[in-house]
């Protein structure tokens, strides 16, 4: 067993804590809904970028390629001089939602590299401009352009041509679970001589402002390179630099006077090493050198290619005489056994990947891995404000998420992306768990049942969707990702978790029976939902109230809920055949439940949701006086029907008696509810029964547009809306205003949801994702007696098992090389094309263009595009 598995069992065993440091710091912590303390709600406004370096957080911290303990108490970051900046480069920059022409989007160029699961070695790199940073450019630029144009990004600056930039590599290395080497390479890649300035950056998260009696730790020089460091849960702990450096100390304080020209009597403040080095203002550190943030200051002038090494040890100080002198001969060679370690762990990839496959993979993995973040968020105190601040405005009290005080969060948690999103998603994190399972099955368990606790889960069931409005909708995927992330554990450990699946099921159970209560609102088993993910995907903003007063029957909400249902049956008759015959009763309770869902949504008028003369699943409009009109939209809502999936095989439902009485009751007396169904009577491959929401004609009715390329069936995997809709737009009339749906590749043309993503028709990875299974799903019950053409029209037959893996290849093929060396994630960058320091750092993007395939969105969605990894080691590419 290699070393990196064997710290996973010790930290899984709690024998070592080996997960105790990690990339957990946030890359934005201002702007967040936490940091808002506003009458209404402006977040943004209210705690923008300029205040950032002044002003002490009160939920979280930030930096670049950062590291804390899981749960804050100390951080360390990389923060960095080119004697230009007005500021220094201490956190990642980027244009807030009103800012931006597309909604909130970083401007900075930065990438993860590798990771183990337990940051036993960490790599990531940060591309630093020799030029002033183009901090006003981009503002200007991004505000003058509108929702047609493009978004300006650091490279359209220009601050990047001739090479005229530092490459800032940080790499970790755990000697222990306690002691952390750190490894800062330097690199001008520019044509001339550069200045930089470096400052590692070591502070403690701000406990002691907002609550009395909290202890204040403490940060001090004791000898010409190191710092000692007191905290109480922490104990001691020493910082060490490799060479005599200036040290510079401060307190992790808001900077009142520059901010609000109030002197609260603060003489050393957040800001201050940004008054010493870029100003000169020697009073603003403190000539005591001891604090709650301190740094080394290196001064260095690099020659063109010159590469600079900065070593430092972050250490619990448990034997000073192992500490005495932190340049030891071995610093370089455990980074070299780590690295060793690494690559023998990642060695899992498939042999038939490619180099440049297997690179991929390994960084999509990296990426989600160096996307956990400690996440603090208590509601009731952030509601009611701190004893020692300012009371907040009264209006708070009954504004966003004012239902939502038990939720009491201080965790590490898999953010969507740590600077667009520092902040969970409940839907998001269901998929990030299906790769982390490849690599750390029980971190991947463990975030599924936080989010079924009681300070996570509602008291009523439901599960928080996010800081924005925890009381938003998101599909119910939560079980679907318990019930794989049990079965890829299973197949890697060769134990089956049944104490993690029994705990789920029985949480789960609460969260279905919201759904039931709260979104079927006319008890007809179909689905309202709401917002659920899609965000702009609808004629209407499915989360605000309709003009007309109606309400949405959504075709995606209700085979969310038939998919719940199938997910559901199955833990159910896993944990009746394994663990408890109990179980048995409640199988039959959800299949019973599936039948009706499936019977209400293939009812031909009268309520259900597909339309026969389309091929079609739509959401309909349901006006006050009972009237339904159909929104004949050709999107992803229309083919969610066809994840409502799933086979039950024969020796299964033998070994449970009861459950198949029940069921073969249903068929024959209720066969008002079974005559839709694919087949409960008509055994498949291997005896195998099948049931899904959509029988055999409609599921081939609805692969025809799903294959077609002048449709949904892009060179890079599926369209959430068909191309169809370029040339022939959808439009809607309701109460004399025009509704109208186009098919648009990139970019929103739209403010709707804030503009910055996009679901009327570029790719997004866990539709696809899911798509993917269920069409091998469908092929373990038909087999390869069902062949459809692919594309549509093409004349090429193959299994639905072959279409599979076609679209899977599709998908990971956006981040390889093809025959002319180029990635189609880049789109038209030509230097992330050509640039040898730029093409093979792939970003793995929130979603891609539905023509080209270039990366859109979220630049560091490692969150869900990760699922790549899981593809990769699938197809082998």
Request: glycine fraction near 8%; hydrophobic fraction near 40%.
């Amino acid at each position: 067993m290699d070393a990196e598995k064997h710290r996973l069992i010790a930290a899984q065993r709690r024998e070592q804590h080996w997960r105790r440091w990690g990339p957990y710091l946030a890359e934005r912590a201002w702007g967040t809904v936490r940091e808002d303390y506003s009458a209404y709600g402006a977040a943004w406004e209210y705690f923008p970028f300029e205040h950032s370096h002044l002003r002490a957080y009160r939920w979280g911290e930030d930096g670049i390629a950062g590291i804390c303990d899981n749960h804050q108490r100390l951080c360390f970051a990389v923060a960095l001089w080119n004697t230009r900046d007005a500021i220094l480069k201490e956190r990642l920059f980027g244009v807030t939602g009103e800012q931006g022409n597309h909604g909130e989007d970083v401007k900075e160029c930065y990438y993860y590299l590798d990771s183990t699961p337990t940051h036993s070695y960490m790599k990531c790199l940060y591309k630093y401009p020799q030029a002033e940073f183009p901090y006003a450019r981009l503002l200007d630029e991004n505000r003058r352009r509108t929702h047609a144009d493009p978004e300006f990004e650091l490279l359209d600056t220009g601050v990047f041509d001739q090479d005229r930039y530092f490459d800032i590599f940080v790499e970790y290395a755990k000697a222990d679970v306690n002691d952390i080497l750190i490894r800062i390479t330097a690199v001008n890649r520019g044509p001339e001589s550069a200045a930089l300035h470096l400052l590692p950056t070591i502070w403690f998260r701000n406990r002691w402002s907002w609550k009395p009696g909290v202890p204040k730790p403490s940060m001090a020089r004791s000898g010409d390179n190191t710092i000692d460091i007191e905290e109480a849960d922490l104990g001691p702990y020493q910082f060490i630099v490799d060479r005599p450096a200036p040290l510079l100390f401060t307190e992790n304080e808001t900077n009142t006077k520059t901010l609000w020209n109030w002197d609260g009597g603060q003489l050393y403040c957040k800001d201050a090493f940004h008054q010493r080095v870029i100003h000169g203002c020697e009073d603003a550190v403190n000539p005591a050198q001891r604090g709650t943030k301190a740094c080394a200051w290196y001064q260095l002038e690099l020659a063109p290619g010159q590469t600079e090494i900065i070593r430092l040890r972050l250490a619990r100080r448990t034997d000073p005489s192992l500490l005495v002198s932190y340049v030891t001969e071995d610093f370089d060679g455990l980074f070299a056994e780590r690295m060793a370690e690494a690559d023998e762990f990642y060695s899992f990839a498939r042999a038939t990947l490619s180099e440049d496959g297997k690179r991929v993979q390994r960084q999509a993995l990296a990426g989600l891995l160096w996307s956990k973040q400690y996440y603090h968020f208590v509601v009731e105190d952030w509601l009611n404000g701190d004893p020692l601040q300012p009371p907040p405005p009264p209006s708070r009290l009954n504004g966003r998420n004012s239902a939502w005080v038990h939720i009491y969060n201080s965790d590490v948690l898999s953010m969507p992306d740590k600077w667009e999103y520092p902040w969970y998603a409940a839907w998001d994190l269901s998929f990030h768990m299906i790769p982390m399972a490849l690599v750390d099955p029980d971190n991947a368990k463990s975030q599924l049942k936080l989010f079924l606790r009681e300070w996570y889960m509602h008291p009523n069931g439901q599960l928080p969707a996010y800081e924005w409005a925890f009381g938003d909708v998101n599909p119910p995927v939560h079980a679907w990702a318990c019930w794989r992330v049990f079965q890829i554990d299973r197949r890697l450990t060769g134990c089956p978790d049944y104490a993690f699946l029994s705990t789920i099921f029985h949480k789960l159970m609460m969260n279905f029976t919201w759904w039931v209560n709260r979104k079927d609102a006319t008890g007809n088993d179909i689905f309202e939902g709401g917002f659920l993910g899609l965000d702009n995907v609808g004629v209407f903003d499915r989360s605000k109230p309709l003009p007309n007063g109606g309400v949405i029957e959504q075709s995606d909400g209700t085979s969310w809920m038939a998919m719940y249902c199938l997910t559901m049956l199955r833990i159910a008759q896993e944990l009746a055949h394994k663990v408890d015959i109990i179980y048995e009763d409640i199988a039959s309770k959800f299949f019973e439940h599936f039948l009706r869902i499936a019977h209400a949504m293939n009812r031909l008028g009268d309520g259900g949701l597909w339309h026969n003369q389309d091929g079609f699943f739509y959401d309909h409009l349901r006006l006050p006086d009972g009237a339904s009109i159909p929104m004949r939209v050709h999107s992803i809502v229309g083919l969610i029907p066809l994840f409502a999936v799933d086979t039950m095989e024969s020796e299964l439902i033998d070994s449970l008696p009861g459950f198949k009485r029940r069921m073969e009751w249903f068929i024959h007396n209720r066969p008002d509810l079974c005559v839709n169904l694919a087949s409960l009577t008509r055994h498949g491959v291997e005896r195998r029964r099948l049931l899904s929401v959509v029988t055999r004609t409609r599921l081939l009715r609805l692969l025809d547009p799903l294959l077609d390329e002048t449709e949904f069936l892009s060179p890079h995997g599926i369209r959430s809306i068909s191309k169809f809709h370029e040339a022939h737009p959808y439009r809607l009339t309701v109460d004399g205003q025009e509704y109208r749906v186009n098919y648009e590749p990139a970019e929103s043309g739209t403010g709707l949801f804030g503009g910055n993503s996009n679901w009327r028709g570029p790719v997004w990875f866990p539709i696809n994702y899911l798509l993917i299974e269920s069409l091998q799903r469908f092929h373990y019950y038909f087999g390869e007696e069902l062949q459809v053409e692919f594309p549509s029209g093409s004349g090429q037959r193959m299994s639905l098992s072959d279409v599979a893996a076609e679209l899977s290849r599709r998908l990971s093929r956006l981040f390889l090389r093809d025959s002319n060396g180029r990635r189609p994630v880049f789109g038209g960058t030509e230097r992330f094309q050509s640039d040898p320091n730029f093409r093979d750092y792939p970003l793995f993007y929130e979603y891609f263009h539905g023509d080209n395939g270039a990366g859109l969105g979220a630049s560091h969605q490692t969150g869900w595009t990760a699922l790549v990894a899981k593809l990769l080691q699938q197809s082998g590419e």
